[in-house]
């Protein structure tokens, strides 16, 4: 569950840092847009990334936001990926 000031936070207009784990079981991280819908972080991706692929097959992993001298500070959420279709 996400607090008020962590929510207000990630209302700002900031890349988000995607971490999902290899076939080889290293980090891959890269850059994405995110939106907050409830207490979910959503990206949006086409199917056919390295990252969806990660997913489908660990859905382990961790987004990272903020953290520049800019932000004033920044958070890390761990936990399971999922898949949603598109609606």
Known sequence: M?????????QKPLTARMSTI?????????PVW??????EVVVISVS?????GHIRANPKGAITIGGDLSDG????????????PDP
């Open 2 to 10: 996400l607090t008020d000031p962590i929510r207000e936070f990630l």
């Open 73 to 84: 500070g920044g958070y890390q959420l761990k936990g399971k990926f999922s898949i949603e």
């Open 48 to 52: 056919d990334t390295a990252k969806v």
């Open 34 to 39: 995110f939106a907050l819908d409830g207490d």
């Open 22 to 30: 290899d076939p080889n079981g290293y980090p891959h991280t890269v």
